[in-house]
Nanobody, 118 residues
Framework: VQLQASGGGLVQAGESLRLSCAASGRTFSNYVMGWFRQAPGKERKFVSAISWSGGGTYYADSVKGRFTISRDNAKNTVFLQMNSLKPEDTAVYYC????????????WGQGTLVTVSS
């Protein structure tokens, strides 16, 4: 599956952004989808994931209550709604896809930069 992330940008603290990740190739609805992020000089970290049906969602503690993941299987797209953004959310955000949550890092998109100014 090929993944194309978009929606990043420069915002001020407290504002919102919505990231999108469009998938093509294999059957999108068969995949668990997720988002990771990598801040400058740091390791890539898990942000959120969503089951193939959309019924199960998972979040890192640092984004719970502020970020919401969703998917539209008809449009082969997964979204990450990011509210109340903080400077520490600044990172390159990558979407990922895998057959299950344990192998979600099987496929990566190219990343989209989110910069949050204070």
């Amino acid at each position: 599956v090929q993944l194309q992330a978009s929606g990043g940008g420069l915002v001020q603290a407290g504002e919102s952004l919505r990231l999108s990740c469009a998938a093509s190739g294999r059957t999108f609805s068969n995949y668990v989808m997720g988002w990771f992020r990598q801040a400058p000089g740091k390791e890539r970290k898990f942000v959120s994931a969503i089951s193939w049906s959309g019924g199960g969602t998972y979040y890192a503690d640092s984004v719970k209550g502020r970020f919401t993941i969703s998917r539209d299987n008809a449009k082969n797209t997964v979204f990450l709604q990011m509210n109340s953004l903080k400077p520490e959310d600044t990172a390159v955000y990558y979407c990922a896809a895998g057959p299950n949550i344990a192998t979600i890092q099987a496929n990566w998109g190219q990343g989209t930069l989110v910069t949050v100014s204070s």
